[in-house]
Each structure stands twice: as structure tokens, then as C-alpha cells.
């Protein structure tokens, strides 16, 4: 049966759509947006008061399993999604075993197939075990549905690896995303290499550790005519050299997570290891700048870099703590509150880097409310004020310095091909 939403708030950048409308889904599709559909013969789901985005599309998440079960599984990651407004997440590859060939695709689909929540897209690795050397089986991987390659977790060292890669991504049409960080440079870094590091006693993250393979890494996607993709920029350095290159029309795109565009350094103070990322968290400067540049397009779309770890791994001695903290359930309120809120950038920007250029990124048919696409979409109240609950998390994870924050644009329903699998804070399968 059909079902309209009726009286929401529809902002749809896909479409340059703004305004109150109606919506009409039947068979899993948009069929229709107008200022009033008719309700004869359909379900009504009254939204009044509510706003009515694209699904949100994240193209930097961390599932762990296989492997990492203890942290986070597929279906608690799914879960997790569409309890914070996503609708279709990616399979990041550094598991045990990493995704590396075309077999342990088809075990993660068969994984995938059997969450059946929210759309989740396979990434596959650059190298073998992503160890920097020898290349994965991309093309294989390509052929079971991968949507891009890379060894998130460690930057690609080798200049060579990372030219045949690319060359050959150009060749199967698929991005590389890389992690820009040259480790002789960040070494054994616990943080940004500022006062903090000072202060704390411990060991920093330059910020040219993550330009200097920025630079590398345009100038070899260049020379193969391939799509770069650098991930989780954080410094007012790589901004300079992102808006260069872009200045000359040299293709690259990039991406940026809510925690750098919101916290600094300082951060580790307050929260220990719940702030300890990499790359790091730096300066206002830094921050300032990744704001900039998100709004102008230096940086085109934000991605969660959700990284689940376990209470005790991220309680315990500062040096041992893994880095990365969780972010499905937070993104949106959080970024909505302290960007939207307060005029750093507008809701239709907001929707478009988090849901419209991430599907463009992959090549996904989503991101839009346009009729005859997929029924993918988010409900929000922007009116409410709620609170951040890390205890009420789906995710298995529970390491975010954003607990107990209060926030307005809670995601209040999400479906995913026409199927409603979150309702008013409640994962309905």
C-alpha cells in the first residue's frame, strides 16, 4: 500500500527543493512530492513540525567484524545507522581478516545480506593484508561490488604501491581514499603536536605528517587520471594545499568528520583517550580553517569515521588507547547544532555534504528525493532539545567525547526502501 507523509518540511539539495510538501511512496520508491497529495486508499503518516531530508550516506565507517565482533558487529553498526539517520553506511576493509580479495567480499555481502537494515557497501583494500606492498585483488573485488579501495588506518607509504593502485582504480572507475599520513614523519605521535603535547607530556602528530602524502598522492592521481580521495582532513595546511590544487582544476575530493570540525586539542584534557583520534584533533586555527573550507567546497562532504573500541581499551593508560571514537548516532544533532545553529553553514549545505555528495562519491542512485528513486530518507525535529546518551547507544561502542551534549535535529525516523527501520529513537528490526 501507499503511504503519504504528509506536511513535513522537505530539503532536498539534489533537487533544489525547500519547503512543505508532501510526499507519496509506494513500491519501495518516491513517487511523488507536491504541496498536497491525495490520501484516498493510502497510510498517512502525519509530519507536520518535522523536516524530511535524503537518507544519510556515510563512506567512512568502521564495522570490525569479521574479527572485531568485541567492538562492533554488522547488524549493531546497522542498528546504530539508523537510530543517527543513516541509511546506507560502508564496510571499511581493516578487519581480520582485512578485505583484500574477492572471496572474503562474498563472505562480508553474505554478512551484510543477513543484517538486512540499512545498505551497507563493501570497500576493499589497496594492498595485500593492507600491509603497503603488494597490491589486493581490486579488480576482483571490483567485479563482487566494491565502490572503492583503501587502507584506512594506515596511510599507503609506498609512492610506487600507490601510483599502480591508482592507475588502476582509474582503470575500473572506482575511488582510492586514502588516509594521508606519512609515519616517519607522525612516528609514534599520541596527539597534535602543540601545547597539549607540551602540557601532557606526550609524543605529537604534525600536521605536515598528513600533507606531505596529500601533495604526494594529487600529483600521482594526476599523472593516472584517477580519483583521489583524501580522508579526514584536519589541518588548516592540508586546506591550503586541497584549495590549490582545486584552483587548477587538478580533481580531488575530500572529506572531513564532526569531531574535527568541532573539538580541538584541548579536548584530551577533559575527555582522556574519548578525544584521542588520528588524525589528531589540533588547533582552533585548524578547526576554523576545516569549517571554511567545508562551507566553500574545499572539502566536499563529511564522513563519521565511526571507529568502535571496547570501555576498557579507552580507559585505561592514555599511550595504549586506540584511536578513533564512534559517530553514527551523533553526526547529525551534533552538526546541525553547532554549525546550522549558528549560521557557520545552512541546513541545505548540511544535507548535501552529509547525504547528496557522499552518494556522489560512490556512485550510489541515492541522496535525493527525486521521484522514481528509492525510498531513502530521514525525518528529523529540529524543534526539541534532546541529550546525547552514549548508554542508549545501538552501537556496541560507547567511546565519544560528545555525551551528555545537548543537541536539536535528533533523527526521529529513518527508512530505507520505502521500510521504516527506526521510529522515534527505536531500531524497528
Known amino acids: 500500500m501507499e503511504t503519504v507523509l504528509r506536511g513535513g518540511n522537505v530539503v532536498d539539495p539534489s ?52 574479527g572485531g565482533e568485541a567492538k562492533e558487529t554488522i547488524v549493531s553498526a546497522s542498528r546504530a545507522a539508523a537510530a543517527g539517520g543513516y541509511t546506507s553506511i560502508t564496510a571499511l576493509p581493516n578487519t581480520n581478516p582485512v578485505t583484500d580479495d574477492a572471496r572474503k567480499v562474498e563472505h562480508l555481502r553474505a554478512l551484510i545480506d543477513h543484517a538486512n537494515l540499512v545498505r551497507i557497501w563493501p570497500i576493499g583494500a589497496v594492498t595485500k593484508d593492507s600491509a603497503g ?18 587502507d ?9 604501491s600507490v601510483r599502480q593502485a591508482l592507475c588502476m582504480c582509474a582503470e575500473l572507475k572506482i575511488p582510492l581514499l586514502q588516509h594521508c599520513e606519512d609515519e616517519t614523519l607522525a612516528g609514534q605521535g599520541q596527539v597534535h ?34 580519483r583521489l580521495h583524501i580522508m579526514h582532513v584536519s589541518s588548516a595546511q592540508a586546506v591550503q594545499w586541497l584549495r590549490m590544487v582545486k584552483s587548477i582544476g587538478i580533481q580531488v575530493t575530500a572529506e572531513v568528520t564532526p569531531h574535527h570540525l568541532l573539538l580541538t586539542e584541548s579536548a584530551v ?8 583520534m588520528k588524525p589528531p584533533l589540533r588547533t582552533k586555527a585548524d578547526r576554523k580553517a576545516l569549517q571554511e573550507a567545508l562551507v566553500d567546497g574545499t572539502i566536499d562532504l563529511i564522513a563519521t569515521d565511526h571507529a568502535p573500541h571496547t570501555v576498557e581499551e579507552k580507559t585505561g593508560d592514555f599511550s595504549a588507547a586506540p584511536f578513533g571514537i564512534v559517530g553514527l548516532e551523533t553526526a547529525f544533532p551534533i552538526l546541525y547544532t553547532h554549525l546550522v545553529k549558528k549560521d557557520v553553514l545552512s541546513l541545505t549545505q548540511l544535507v548535501d555534504r552529509m547525504s547528496c555528495r557522499p ?39 560507547k567511546n565519544t567525547p560528545f555525551h551528555a551534549w545537548p543537541v536539536y535535529g535528533m533523527p526521529v525516523l529513518t527508512m530505507v526502501g520505502g521500510r521504516v527501520v527506526m521510529k522515534n529513537g527505536i531500531v524497528t528490526i
Open 193 to 226: 603536536d602543540g601545547q597539549i603535547a607540551l602540557q601532557l607530556g606526550l609524543p605529537g602528530i604534525s600536521a605536515s605528517s598528513e600533507t606531505v602524502m596529500l601533495v604526494r598522492d594529487v600529483v600521482l592521481a594526476q599523472a593516472c587520471k584517477a
Open 269 to 276: 584534557v577533559d575527555d582522556g583517550a574519548m578525544a584521542k
Open 133 to 150: 606492498e603488494k597490491l589486493a585483488e581490486i579488480a576482483q573485488m571490483v567485479a563482487m561490488g566494491i565502490r572503492a579501495v583503501t
Open 15 to 66: 533537487q533544489q527543493c525547500e519547503g512543505r510538501f508532501d510526499i507519496l511512496i509506494g513500491e519501495g520508491l518516491v513517487v511523488d512530492i507536491a504541496k498536497r497529495i491525495s490520501t484516498t486508499g493510502r497510510v498517512i503518516e502525519n509530519i507536520e513540525g518535522y523536516t524530511v531530508i535524503p537518507g544519510l550516506i556515510d563512506v567512512h565507517t568502521h564495522l570490525r567484524e569479521p
Open 152 to 160: 584506512d588506518g594506515h596511510g599507503v607509504q609506498s609512492a610506487e
Open 359 to 397: 552518494a556522489a562519491l560512490l556512485g550510489l542512485p541515492y541522496g535525493t528525493l527525486k521521484p522514481g528513486y528509492a525510498a531513502d530518507l530521514t525525518i528529523l525535529d529540529l524543534e526539541q532539545e534532546r541529550t546525547i546518551d552514549k548508554d542508549k547507544f545501538y552501537s556496541k561502542g
